[in-house]
């Protein structure tokens, strides 16, 4: 079985497209796709998170709007309508009959308070080990029929005066999960960073299970 890859890339394009050359060439199959179990790897400067290679063809109003919708923590698809023009087809697969998901971030990071008592807990002990977000939660598998949250969890930590975050995810798919998630996860990296007035350091980024479905696979080796 292949495993881990334990690397350090410059930015999210980067990451990119080694993650894609390497999967769809060495990944075993598995369900539909190419996947590569226990992958980590960290990105060096993770505000460079536009993905510019042209295959991927990846679209930076898509995500910013992705992003501004979890920070209206409203996890009903049409909120994204709203603010892209359109709801994503993926998006309507995974809503509930009311229209709600459970994969919108911004919406699992505010139960709670969650980010609050993050940011407090960096400010009161920047030593902590306890500031982690949850998302992903098998105790609440009885909502998951459509929409399983692809993300474990997200942990900040403060290292030389500058904050690392390390994202852990059960799956993670290269073409459309990573590409844009990493733009929201980073993103939310600079706001706690703002917050607690210090500068952005590296990201960690780990998949248990990281794949390209066969139909985003190159057309020739």
Not at 41 to 53: L, S
Not at 160 to 189: A, T
Request: aromatic share 14%; net charge neutral; charged share 20%.
């Amino acid at each position: 079985m292949k495993s881990t890859i334990n690397l350090k890339f410059k930015n999210a394009d980067e990451a990119y497209k080694y993650l894609y050359d390497t999967v769809a060439s060495e990944g075993v199959d598995f369900d539909g796709t190419k996947a590569l179990f226990n992958v980590g790897f960290t990105m060096t400067n993770p505000m460079d998170n536009h993905i510019t290679d042209t295959h991927r063809a990846w679209k930076y109003s898509y995500a910013e709007a992705e992003w501004k919708w979890y920070m209206s923590g409203n996890r009903n698809i049409n909120k994204l309508g709203l603010i892209y023009g359109l709801v994503p087809k993926i998006w309507k697969m995974m809503a509930n009959s009311l229209g709600d998901v459970n994969s919108n971030y911004g919406w699992q990071w505010q139960r709670s308070n969650q980010l609050d008592y993050v940011v407090d807990l960096l400010k009161n002990n920047p030593n902590t080990r306890k500031a982690a977000i949850s998302i992903y939660d098998a105790k609440e598998h009885v909502t998951y029929s459509k929409d399983t949250p692809c993300t474990y969890a997200i942990q900040f930590t403060i290292i030389d005066g500058r904050l690392n975050m390390s994202v852990m995810m059960r799956s993670n798919d290269v073409w459309f999960g990573f590409c844009n998630d990493q733009y929201c996860f980073s993103e939310l990296m600079v706001l706690v960073a703002k917050r607690l007035d210090i500068p952005v350091g590296e990201y960690f980024h780990f998949a248990h299970n990281m794949h390209i479905y066969n139909h985003q696979l190159p057309k020739t080796k």
